[in-house]
């Protein structure tokens, strides 16, 4: 870590270096995280429990906060209507509530974070996890995770506002909230914060992921008391040790999950493309999506609501053929229509559905490893593939069926399914529709080089006429990371500054601005030059007469 004290016109100094920038300020943080993490875990509560009402509302037509399936309606042909009535509520809302609700909820998160200073509107946070239940309630295909992570992210967001923080630490508190909902929706702490890291913090720093990781944990423990202990999917309990058949299947696995993944992100995208050419106001689209959930719901009742009870069904092998194909065709035909038409739900439910539905068709021709063993497998990598986190998906299955004899084989595949979809498709399901607002972003993470060149490895030397140049009073010394340099050169606004021996004080060099480039160039470098520096004739006669040399010295 680079410490400076800075003291009223004087330079700063380090006193020391350590791993990192983390400092006494991460404990009020935590606090706030610690109370976003119970808030968190009674406003998941609360959607499940909305959830249920709205589909007791619409299916059954009855006032009952109970778990209920879509699937068991007796409405007939007119299920066609219902999906219908609940897009066409949300559709108002997003016209003249906020259009924040529309969409899976991570990417508007990605969104706010990256481009909005980490600041949510109020009534996001009451709209957005309405406008899900209804949406969900009334039949979408969809999962309640999105909009929860969205709407603990809003809360998060929300409490920070009323105090005097920076963007980072707002930042901060809306992951908290959104990881905090997230591991109170599936008893998945790790996962959640895994995924945060991944998709959401765009850093590795333990001033956000101790708060992160405390709101996590405390939103699990809340969860025991609010909606009941995990693990979600109960499943049967699979061998520590698989064969290399069973490996080579996990290949193939990950392989065939990284093309669903792909299949699913274009269609999503061509549906939101085809909806945006209608000569309509896309208040009307989810309503027409509610159409075709609706049709579909027709021909396959499973493929209405989340489907907790088929992905449950599917990880433990007893589903037959006729729902695994209906969730293959039906199911993913009505999620990427209707996701594609703006309405508000979460996708990390349908693929798991989805996933697991892939899985159960390739145990029919992959090696016996016990019942629901493919389909967990392959959850994991549809998951990843899509979602472009692959700790994630891991952990994420791990936490979900408690199975932890799966880690080998879905690290296997998952592994697999990430690099197939990262070679194929340039974003992901949830980076393509913030590009498509105009913004990019990167998911890769590296050491900054500017934290790991110095001062003294780019000085120029000093002549007259620039030390007259010189300002007195702000100064680099030698020893310094060139970032804490970029730092002061934005704070001083000065772009050439004297390189000071620390011991002496004696002006050593100076560096520029354009210096700063050196450690991005020695980076660019090391990634494009190639060179052999073992393998030469050279170097093959020098190893020889080494060992040579050394065998004569045994004689």
Not at 404 to 430: D, E, Q, W, Y
Request: net charge neutral; charged share 15%; with cysteine.
């Amino acid at each position: 870590m680079l410490k400076p004290t800075t003291t009223n016109g004087d330079h700063a100094t380090i006193n020391h270096l350590s791993d990192f920038t983390t400092t006494t300020r991460v404990l009020p943080i935590a606090g706030l995280a610690i109370v976003i993490g119970v808030c968190a875990a009674y406003v998941a509560a609360a959607l499940l429990k909305l959830i249920n009402f709205f589909t007791n509302l619409f299916f059954f037509q009855r006032f009952s906060l109970s778990f209920a399936s879509p699937a068991a309606h007796h409405l007939g042909p007119f299920v066609v209507l219902v999906p219908i009535a609940g897009a066409l509520v949300v559709g108002l809302m997003a016209r003249y509530g906020s259009d924040r609700i529309r969409g899976h909820g991570i990417p508007e998160a990605i969104e706010a974070i990256l481009m909005g200073g980490s600041r949510v509107e109020p009534k996001v946070a009451v709209l957005k996890p309405i406008s899900a239940a209804i949406s969900i309630g009334s039949g979408g295909p969809f999962g309640s995770e999105g909009p929860i992570i969205m709407t603990g992210g809003a809360l998060g967001s929300l409490v920070a506002q009323f105090f005097h923080l920076t963007a980072s630490e707002r930042k901060t508190l809306l992951v908290a909230g959104a990881a905090a909902g997230m591991s109170a929706t599936f008893s998945a702490p790790v996962a959640s914060v895994v995924l945060a890291v991944e998709l959401l913090l765009f850093e590795w720093k333990p001033r956000s992921i101790i708060p992160v990781a405390l709101a996590s944990v405390t939103a699990a423990t809340a969860r025991r008391y609010l909606i009941g202990l995990g693990p979600v999917f109960a499943v049967p309990q699979h061998p520590a040790v698989i064969g290399g058949e069973a490996l080579a299947g996990c290949i193939i696995v990950g392989l065939l999950g990284g093309v669903m993944a792909a299949l699913l992100t274009s269609a999503v995208y061509a549906s939101e493309d085809t909806f945006h050419r209608l000569p309509i106001h896309w208040m009307w689209w989810p309503p027409i999506g509610g159409l075709i959930i609706g049709l579909g719901g027709l021909l396959f009742p499973q493929a209405l609501g989340v489907g907790y009870d088929v992905i449950e069904g599917l990880l433990q092998g007893n589903m037959p053929m006729r729902v695994i194909a209906g969730v293959l065709i039906v199911k993913s035909t009505i999620w990427a229509l209707s996701l594609g038409s703006g309405t508000s739900g979460g996708v990390l439910a349908p693929l798991l559905m989805m996933g697991a539905a892939l899985g159960g068709v390739e145990a029919r021709f992959l090696p016996v490893e016990g019942l629901g063993f493919w389909p967990l497998v392959s959850m994991g990598a549809v998951l990843a593939g899509t979602m472009r986190a692959p700790l994630t998906g891991v952990v994420f299955a791990l936490e979900l069926t408690h199975d932890v004899n799966m880690l080998l084989p879905l690290l296997l595949a998952v592994t697999v399914a990430h690099g197939f979809t990262v070679l194929t498709l340039k974003r992901s399901i949830l980076t393509e529709k913030i590009s498509r607002r105009g913004y990019h972003l990167s998911q890769e993470y590296s050491i900054d080089p500017l934290e790991i060149t110095f001062a003294r490895d780019v000085a120029r030397d000093l002549d007259d006429a620039i030390r007259r140049d010189l300002a007195d009073g702000v100064v680099a010394y030698g020893d310094e990371p060139l970032r804490i340099i970029a730092y002061r050169m934005a704070e001083t606004g000065l772009t050439r500054l004297p390189v000071v021996s620390r011991e002496t004080g004696e002006k050593t060099g100076f560096i520029e601005l354009s210096d700063l480039l050196t450690a991005r160039s020695r980076i660019l470098a090391a990634e494009q030059r190639r060179e052999r520096l073992l393998g030469t004739r050279a170097q093959l006669r020098a190893i020889g007469a080494m060992f040579g040399g050394d065998r004569q010295k045994t004689a």
